[in-house]
Structures are given as structure tokens and as C-alpha cells.
């Protein structure tokens, strides 16, 4: 018996089989839950349908988020389909190339400020908004995706660092005002993981080697951590567990004056 048994999970921002969200998904799916996802273009579409084979999903729907009618489209074909959704997952990230290479004051500007905010955060709270009618009564959960960037200043992470930390802040405000109707906001802050994302990150060897050092469990994390973080705060087993960030990182967010020892 596996502790989503019964529940049903929208997943956004499956890219691969490498990536966060589809460790969120396994694992949900080895606990039970019944899985929709959704896809960005038709250029990861066929991907997205070998996962949801691998899972037993009949539900694979097209989302771009930045459009209001596209996300009204997929609670529209999920409650066509189900009774009620009880999860949300939230994977979603992006900011142009170029604010993400050299210094914050030198690359941010008004447009890449713009799309960052406007596809990592302001989706949350609109898939939020749109699926909030379907976990009615439902004890629903929904979960998003952050990074120590939000806290800390992290070399080159620049405008993501913002977006995430607005993110941060968009669980918080979200768990306050859902709350009164049962529903519970997280967010999981993972580590550096190996996913097609972080492969255009400048120097992410030398990142991974960096928390494998210092960490206090002296590794990295990899999706199934993850996955079974999601997995646990989405279940009725954190059933009092709402508004928080936890960390996935083997202990790297406590640390300080890494190096020294």
C-alpha cells in the first residue's frame, strides 16, 4: 500500500527522464497516485508520452505557461477526465541565456527580468488559481521547485536567484490564503542534480565536486531524493506540513566557511 494510494497528481515541467520532475513522478507513481502530465512544445511531446506510458498515464496535454487559456485548457481536460485533483506539482524554470552568464548588474534587464518572473514564478500561483475548484474538499497538496540561488548569491545565477526567491515567497502567501480550504503549499530547494538543464550551467562539475565536499553527508543529491521528499509532502502523512521550503541537499544549505576544515 504506498502512501498516494488514490490520489491524483498533475505533473508540469517533465522535460526527460533526467530531469527533477520525472523523479517527483516515479516516485508518485510507486506510491500510488495516478499521474497527468503536460508538455511544453511538440519537441519534448513525444518524450513527456514515453514517461506517462511508463507510468500508466492516459493524461499528456500541451502547457505553455504563459498562457491563461492554455492553463484553463488542462484543468478543463483533467476534470473531464477525473473527479477532483488532489496534487500539483510545479518544475517550471527559465531565463534567457544571457542573464545568466557574468555578473547580476551587468546582464539583468528589463525583458529578461520580465520572462524569469513571469514563466518560474507567476505560473505557480496561476496553475494554483486554476486548479483550485478541482481539490475542493480534497485535502490537496501543491509543490514547487526552488534553489539555495533564492538565499544565497550563487556565481552567475543572477535573475533566477530573484525569481526563485519570489517563488519562495509566492508558497508562503499561497499556503496562507489556501489553507482555510484544506489546501497545503510547499516547495522542495534541491541541490545541484545532473538533469539536460544544468548542463548548460558554466562550471557544474566544479559545482557537484564542491557539495560532494563540504556537505555533511559528503554527496550530491540525484532525482530520487527528491522524488521522495515530493512524494512524502504531497501524502497525508504531512498532512500538518504547509508553507515550508525544505531542503534537499545533503545538509550543503547549513554549512558555512566551506573549505577550512
Known sequence: MGMLDGKKALIVG??????????????????????AFTYQNEKLKSR??????QTGSQLVMPLDVTSDEQIAAVFDTIADHWEGL???????????????????ADVV??????????????????LARAGRALMQGRRG???????????RAMPS????????????????YLAHGLGPEGIRVNGISAGPIKTLAAAGIPKFRAMLEHVEQTAPLRR??????????????????????????????????????????
Open 48 to 53: 513527456v508520452d514515453k514517461i506517462a506510458e
Open 109 to 126: 534587464d528589463r525583458e529578461g527580468f520580465r520572462i524569469a518572473h513571469d514563466i518560474s514564478v507567476y505560473s505557480f500561483p496561476a
Open 157 to 172: 545565477y543572477n535573475v533566477m536567484g530573484l525569481a526563485k526567491a519570489s517563488l519562495e515567497a509566492s508558497v508562503r
Open 86 to 104: 488532489d496534487i500539483i506539482v510545479h518544475a517550471v524554470g527559465f531565463a534567457p541565456r544571457e542573464q545568466l552568464e557574468g555578473e547580476f
Open 141 to 151: 497538496a501543491l509543490l514547487t521547485l526552488s534553489y539555495l540561488g533564492a538565499v
Open 220 to 261: 550530491s543529491v540525484n532525482i530520487e531524493d527528491v522524488g521522495n521528499v515530493a512524494a512524502f509532502l504531497c501524502s497525508d502523512l504531512a498532512a500538518g506540513v504547509t508553507g515550508e521550503i525544505t531542503y534537499v541537499d545533503a545538509g550543503y544549505n547549513i554549512v558555512g566557511m566551506a573549505g577550512l576544515e
Open 14 to 35: 517533465v522535460a526527460s527522464a533526467r530531469s527533477i520532475a520525472w523523479g517527483i513522478a516515479e516516485a508518485m507513481h510507486q506510491q500510488g497516485a495516478e499521474l
